[in-house]
C-alpha cells in the first residue's frame, strides 16, 4: 500500500470493530440503494478496483458486491463526512438491483402511522430474491 493509500485510511474513524458504515447511493438520481459497513481492506480494495468492497458482519468475511449476483456497484465518487466516520459511495448499480431481497433499495418499509408498511407500489421484487445468494448482500 503506498502513503497516498494509506493516508486516506487513516483519515477514516473506525468504529471498536474497525468498522466504518456506507451508504451506496445511486450517482445518477441521488436515490440511497444500502447501507452496509466496510474495514480497512474493504476501502482499499473498494479504491483499488473500482467497485464497490463491503465486510459482511454475520459471516465476518470480506465480500466484493454483486460477485455472485451480477449486480455489481461500480464506484463514480467516494465521500468521507464531517466527522470522518461514515463513507458515501455514489455508484452505478448494475442491473438495477442493490437489495438481496431482489429490489433496486434495501429502503422499501415506511412509517405509516406507527407501523412499518412495505413500499410494494413503489418499491416492487425486480428479480427473485432466490437468486440472491444472502451471503453476498448487507
Known amino acids: 500500500m503506498n502513503t497516498a493509500s494509506a493516508m486516506l485510511l487513516d483519515a477514516v474513524k473506525w468504529n471498536e470493530h474497525g468498522l466504518v458504515p456506507a451508504i451506496a447511493q445511486d450517482a445518477t438520481t441521488g436515490e440511497v440503494l ?11 480494495l473498494t479504491v483499488q478496483t473500482g467497485d464497490a468492497h463491503y465486510w459482511s458482519r454475520s459471516r465476518q ?28 459511495i455514489k455508484v452505478e448499480q448494475v442491473g438495477g438491483v442493490a437489495c438481496h431481497t431482489g429490489r433496486r433499495r434495501c429502503f422499501y418499509n415506511r412509517l405509516v402511522d406507527g407501523a412499518w ?22
Open 34 to 44: 444500502m447501507l452496509a459497513y466496510m474495514s480497512r481492506e474493504a476501502l482499499a
Open 61 to 88: 468475511a470480506l465480500w466484493k458486491k454483486g460477485e455472485t449476483s451480477g449486480h455489481i456497484q461500480h464506484v463514480r465518487e467516494l465521500r468521507l463526512d464531517c466527522d470522518g466516520d461514515t463513507v458515501l
Open 117 to 138: 408498511v412495505l413500499t410494494g407500489d413503489t418499491d416492487p421484487v425486480l428479480t427473485s430474491p432466490g437468486k440472491f445468494p444472502t451471503q453476498n448482500d448487507a
